[in-house]
């Protein structure tokens, strides 16, 4: 009796450890039959109907990069199998619920996870897209749609958390408020950004292409990105300088927009004057400079406006009267020959004037805008003005001031032995 109780408990565990296995077989052949039917409705989707998709969007009137729809539509693909799974887990038999709602939950978070993705490839599609307007380097966008695919981040974060702990949304987010402070300290450099990014749009304070000066950062040069946190500027040197997008708020630079709009660039250069060859014309320095034809006018003029002031003011005393100058004449002479100048703009400031006489001379300074604002034809205006007035000074019996050199030295030393 006792042998056969023995023999029918041993009948029994073997039963019961066959059928256990039998489960575990059944739910491990479920599971890999899910996991197949799941990878086939992905191949489908992927070879197939986004094949099919980027076809109909070739044909579409309207022109999109297929890459960006592509890259959005295959994300999306990745949906079809996590559904599949999502919906078909419950229905592995003997499958344990906790391991089920699980699988399930994880599916749910990968789900939320492609959507975001897609998401995110959608703004940026739309960003590639408005950069094609005429007007995009105007008004750039990228800074928004950095923001707009931060929140979409953060709203996936948040579901993917409440699907993997099986809570409510509103449950996770009513806990947020006490992290309200941490929340600040950890986003402080973003929301900084986000203001300052809405402050440049809105007040148009730079464009993509604006030639901008920071020399705080060593930025000079062109802008060639403007994004969320940092703004690119290519130096003239071809080095890269990254301005964090809140100090362009928070500090000053210079804009040269203004300049590059207006068609002119100013030139603004002086000529030392030796205030030791300034003085009156006599009648051989009033015939040297009657010869230009520039001052014609102006000696016409001003000899008249002089004969009649010093009859009036000045009769039978020449030292109490008013006489031509070198100087005087010769900035006159500067100022007619660039309003005559085919690259001087007209419509623009232009002025020839004295500055404050120092140590160093009298510095004699021309105001005027160039017609280019291309740098090299810029340069090449200014400096064939000021050879042209360097070198006709002389005439004028006037000299440029400039510290001695060695060989300055050397003649006043060789003229002191002699």
Same mark, same amino acid.
């Given at each position: 009796? $006792?042998?056969?109780?023995?023999?029918?408990?041993?009948?029994?565990? $073997?039963?019961?450890?066959?059928?256990?296995?039998?489960?575990?077989?059944?739910?491990?052949?479920? #599971?890999?039959?899910?996991?197949?039917?799941?990878? !086939?409705?992905?191949?489908?989707?992927?070879?197939?109907?986004?094949?099919?998709?980027?076809? @109909?969007?070739?044909?579409?009137?309207?022109?999109?990069?297929? %890459?960006?729809?592509? !890259?959005?539509?295959?994300?999306?693909?990745?949906?079809?199998? %996590?559904?599949?799974? *999502?919906?078909?887990?419950?229905?592995?038999?003997?499958?344990?619920?906790?391991?089920?709602?699980?699988?399930?939950?994880?599916?749910? !978070?990968?789900?939320?996870?492609?959507?975001?993705?897609?998401?995110?490839?959608?703004?940026?599609?739309?960003?590639? #897209?408005?950069?094609?307007?005429?007007?995009?380097?105007?008004?750039? $966008?990228?800074?928004?749609?950095?923001?707009?695919?931060?929140?979409?981040?953060?709203?996936?974060?948040?579901?993917?958390? %409440?699907?993997?702990?099986?809570?409510?949304?509103?449950?996770?987010?009513?806990?947020? =408020?006490?992290?309200?402070?941490?929340?600040?300290?950890?986003?402080?450099?973003?929301?900084?950004?986000?203001?300052?990014?809405?402050?440049?749009?809105?007040?148009?304070?730079?464009?993509?292409?604006?030639?901008?000066?920071?020399?705080?950062?060593?930025?000079? =040069?062109?802008?060639?990105?403007?994004?969320?946190?940092?703004?690119?500027?290519?130096?003239?040197?071809?080095?890269?300088?990254?301005?964090?997008?809140?100090?362009?708020?928070?500090?000053?630079?210079?804009?040269?927009?203004?300049?590059?709009?207006?068609?002119?660039?100013?030139?603004?250069?002086? #000529?030392?004057?030796?205030?030791?060859?300034?003085?009156?014309?006599?009648?051989?320095?009033?015939?040297?400079?009657?010869?230009?034809? @520039?001052?014609?006018?102006?000696?016409?003029?001003?000899?008249?406006?002089?004969?009649?002031?010093?009859?009036?003011?000045? %009769?039978?005393?020449?030292?109490?009267?008013?006489? #031509?100058?070198?100087?005087?004449?010769?900035?006159?002479?500067?100022?007619?020959?660039?309003?005559?100048?085919?690259?001087?703009? !007209?419509?623009?400031?232009?002025?020839?004037?004295?500055?404050?006489?120092?140590?160093?001379?009298?510095?004699?300074?021309?105001?005027?805008?160039?017609?280019?604002?291309?740098?090299?034809?810029?340069?090449?205006?200014?400096?064939?003005?000021?050879?042209? @007035?360097?070198? $006709?000074?002389?005439?004028?019996?006037?000299?440029?001031? *400039?510290?001695?050199?060695?060989?300055?030295? =050397?003649?006043?030393?060789?003229?002191?032995?002699?």
């Amino acid at each position: 009796m $006792i042998s056969q109780l023995y023999i029918a408990s041993d009948s029994l565990q $073997i039963l019961t450890r066959g059928y256990v296995e039998n489960v575990w077989l059944q739910a491990v052949t479920g #599971l890999l039959l899910l996991g197949a039917f799941a990878w !086939a409705a992905n191949w489908v989707a992927k070879r197939i109907v986004l094949t099919l998709l980027l076809r @109909l969007i070739d044909h579409l009137p309207f022109r999109v990069e297929a %890459a960006h729809i592509g !890259a959005v539509v295959a994300r999306l693909s990745n949906i079809v199998p %996590a559904l599949i799974i *999502q919906s078909g887990v419950a229905a592995v038999p003997h499958l344990p619920v906790r391991l089920a709602g699980f699988i399930a939950s994880l599916s749910t !978070a990968f789900i939320i996870l492609t959507l975001a993705i897609a998401l995110s490839g959608l703004l940026t599609l739309g960003n590639d #897209l408005y950069q094609r307007r005429p007007d995009a380097a105007n008004r750039p $966008i990228k800074g928004y749609v950095q923001v707009a695919k931060l929140l979409v981040y953060g709203a996936a974060s948040i579901l993917m958390i %409440a699907a993997l702990m099986d809570q409510s949304p509103l449950l996770l987010l009513s806990g947020l =408020g006490a992290m309200a402070a941490v929340l600040m300290l950890v986003f402080k450099d973003t929301i900084l950004s986000l203001v300052a990014s809405v402050q440049i749009g809105s007040n148009d304070m730079i464009r993509v292409g604006d030639w901008i000066e920071m020399p705080q950062l060593d930025a000079n =040069g062109d802008v060639i990105d403007i994004a969320l946190h940092t703004v690119k500027v290519q130096n003239f040197d071809r080095t890269i300088t990254t301005i964090p997008t809140h100090r362009l708020i928070s500090e000053s630079f210079r804009n040269w927009r203004g300049m590059q709009e207006s068609g002119g660039r100013r030139i603004m250069r002086a #000529l030392v004057i030796d205030q030791n060859s300034v003085g009156f014309l006599d009648e051989t320095g009033l015939a040297a400079v009657a010869r230009f034809g @520039l001052l014609r006018t102006y000696l016409h003029d001003k000899q008249d406006d002089l004969s009649r002031w010093n009859g009036d003011h000045a %009769a039978g005393n020449r030292l109490d009267g008013r006489r #031509l100058t070198n100087i005087g004449t010769f900035r006159a002479y500067v100022l007619a020959y660039l309003r005559a100048h085919p690259n001087i703009r !007209a419509d623009q400031t232009l002025l020839v004037r004295q500055l404050a006489p120092s140590e160093l001379g009298l510095p004699l300074e021309i105001y005027a805008f160039a017609n280019s604002i291309v740098w090299a034809e810029y340069e090449g205006i200014q400096a064939d003005i000021f050879d042209h @007035l360097i070198a $006709i000074l002389p005439e004028f019996g006037l000299r440029l001031f *400039q510290r001695p050199a060695g060989s300055d030295l =050397g003649q006043l030393m060789s003229g002191t032995r002699i």
